[in-house]
């Protein structure tokens, strides 16, 4: 298992899990980071923080630092 702060433009994973302080849980679920929704690394910002994320065809840019509450595993082609 790794974290969605792991992964490189162009990588697609699937969500496992979302972890956190439950302020931070709440705001990433509604967001549309719930658990079995495919997500796509589109952009890496120049000095790698923040990263952007297509899901739900849309593009939402998280830090590093919140991305590690989200457990993702690739998914099989």
Do not use: Q
Request: charged share 30%; hydrophobic share 45%.
């Amino acid at each position: 298992m790794i974290t969605l702060d792991k992964i490189r433009v162009n990588d697609k994973v699937i969500i496992e899990h979302v972890g956190g302080e439950l302020s931070l849980k709440r705001r990433l679920l509604d967001l549309g980071f719930v658990p079995g929704e495919i997500i796509e690394c589109v952009l890496i910002s120049p000095f790698h923080d923040p990263k952007a994320y297509l899901i739900h065809s849309n593009v939402i840019a998280l830090r590093n630092m919140d991305a590690r509450n989200i457990e993702v595993y690739y998914e099989r082609d």
